[in-house]
């Protein structure tokens, strides 16, 4: 249960509230209320208050901001060949970034302790000098792992992965507090994505975002927050069964199952057997711009296919904004199809105010995600968190 003061912290760290006038209009509070949680989070040391510099005439405004030197927070981005890793204050402010080659098919101990080993060097050198000279450094808070695959309900476990053997199961959050010695927590990627998207483009509140790479991935955001369901599984359309396609076999012992007919492995699985030399996702992208026409009407079936399964999700849950990622959703033929697919499929009434857009970044939606759900967790189950209460 959020408390009344991390309600407080929650609202100036994110950047909505900046002074005790905001912090009161947005909890609808009294002011005196709202400043006595104020100062009490400014004696335990997790904000500060100084002078707006820009202020140009008259008495400046006080500011409020997150205490600088609490910490920071590791984003792990855990790619099937390589691993993206960002170290943040806890602000999200980013200190510092590498990228770690890594094969998901070696396991979660040697995967993991690879990347604990790099994050831990990374965060040594992202160390920032706090603001006063008396101020402590403080170090690693907590780290946020997102992985390609379903994740249980309490952020610790992966389930059921279609292309991570071996970790099945796999206690990762405490496999993380081993490695990197502080709270850790796993998430799926495409969640972290939707995250990070509407932290950075704030404003449809209710959206799903899709990315279509080698496999298929979905989040929902209901009323500006990420929807992970009862058991962490909303949004996973990759296992719907696609009515009158081939009974390809999927990973979960079904058959005809979207990831297995629509995702980037399944066109490059349809391309090599028709005997198209298709190694990887640019070879597939580099043939349809090049006019390619199997590649081209695979990649526009795959959007009528997956077009055909988010008109269920869309009308249901009658979004604002359908946000498309992955380098499949990249293509003209795919975006054209699906978009065809949605509309024609969905009542008018459900799409007038549906707004389909392109995530151009997705790596980087999904690296802030991670960061925002790290620092979270930093301030709710790590070090800090007695602080907050």
Not at 71 to 84: E, F, K, N, P, T
Not at 251 to 277: F, H, K, N, Q, Y
Not at 365 to 384: E, M, S, Y
């Amino acid at each position: 249960m959020t408390t009344p003061h991390a309600q407080v912290l929650d609202l100036v760290r994110g950047g909505t509230a900046s002074s005790r006038a905001d912090v009161a209009r947005l909890l609808s509070m009294s002011a005196s209320t709202a400043s006595a949680r104020v100062d009490a989070l400014v004696r335990r040391g997790l904000l500060v208050e100084h002078s707006d510099s820009t202020a140009r005439a008259g008495r400046r405004p006080r500011v409020l901001r997150l205490r600088p030197g609490l910490g920071s927070v590791a984003a792990v981005d855990l790619r099937h060949a390589v691993a993206h890793l960002t170290v943040a204050d806890l602000s999200g402010e980013v200190l510092g970034s590498d990228r770690l080659p890594v094969s998901l098919d070696e396991g979660p101990r040697v995967v993991l302790g690879a990347v604990a080993d790099a994050v831990l060097a990374l965060a040594s050198r992202s160390v920032t000098a706090p603001d006063e000279p008396s101020q402590e450094r403080s170090g690693l808070q907590a780290v946020c792992v997102g992985v390609p695959g379903p994740v249980g309900p309490a952020l610790d476990r992966v389930v059921a992965p279609a292309r991570m053997p071996g970790w099945n199961g796999v206690d990762v959050a405490a496999l993380g507090q081993e490695l990197f010695g502080v709270p850790t927590l796993v998430e799926n990627d495409v969640n972290l994505l939707a995250v990070g998207d509407h932290l950075q483009r704030p404003g449809a509140d209710h959206r799903v975002v899709v990315t279509v790479d080698t496999g298929i991935g979905c989040g929902v955001v209901v009323d500006g927050r990420l929807h992970r369901g009862a058991s962490g599984m909303a949004g996973d359309v990759s296992h719907t069964t696609v009515v009158g396609a081939p009974r390809v076999p999927c990973s979960c012992g079904r058959t005809a199952c979207l990831d297995v007919i629509a995702s980037g492995s399944a066109l490059l699985s349809a391309l090599g057997e028709a005997g198209v030399p298709t190694a990887s996702m640019d070879e597939l992208i580099r043939a349809v711009h090049d006019g390619h026409p199997l590649a081209t009407g695979l990649v526009r079936e795959a959007g009528e296919r997956i077009g055909d399964v988010l008109s269920t999700v869309i009308s249901f849950f009658n979004p604002a904004e359908l946000v498309l990622a992955g380098p499949v959703s990249s293509l003209p033929p795919f975006v054209a199809a699906l978009r065809s697919r949605v509309y024609a499929s969905c009542l008018p009434a459900t799409t007038a105010s549906l707004a389909i857009t392109r995530l151009a970044d997705g790596g980087e939606a999904t690296r802030a995600g991670a960061i925002r759900l790290a620092a979270d967790h930093a301030f709710a189950a790590g070090p800090l968190a007695a602080r907050v209460r």
